[in-house]
Nanobody, 123 residues
Framework: QVQLVESGGGLVQAGGSLRLSCTASGRTFSNYAMGWFRQAPGKEREFVAAISSSGGSTYYADSVKGRFTISRDNAKNTVYLRMNSLESEDTAVYYC????????????????WGQGTQVTVSS
């Protein structure tokens, strides 16, 4: 397994921006597809975005397309989630996840995940 640590969450006003980071250790980062999921209070965990191991392919939930951007820096073992035009509905704990198979990861069937970082959007 790869160990994941998220950072960058916080409180932001609606319409604002945040950038989340997730740093990995323990395995060869470039072998893993990476993704972000979120879970709001009383709701199921939902897929947000994913990126292939090479960074050549990205995937987004419809609810965040055009507002969020996932990227990775394999030299720094880090994946990012840039979130623009934040809405109150984006309030959730955001989790970083990793799996060797991006299709499995997108389905929520991943092998590693972090402890999460809280994002709160005030309206």
């Amino acid at each position: 397994q790869v160990q994941l640590v998220e950072s960058g969450g916080g409180l932001v006003q609606a319409g604002g921006s945040l950038r989340l980071s997730c740093t990995a250790s323990g395995r060869t980062f470039s072998n893993y597809a990476m993704g972000w999921f979120r879970q709001a209070p009383g709701k199921e965990r939902e897929f947000v975005a994913a990126i292939s191991s090479s960074g050549g392919s990205t995937y987004y939930a419809d609810s965040v397309k055009g507002r969020f951007t996932i990227s990775r820096d394999n030299a720094k073992n880090t994946v990012y989630l840039r979130m623009n035009s934040l809405e109150s509905e984006d309030t959730a704990v955001y989790y970083c996840a990793a799996d060797r198979d991006v299709r499995q990861l997108r389905k929520g069937d991943f092998t590693s995940w972090g402890q999460g970082t809280q994002v709160t959007v005030s309206s």
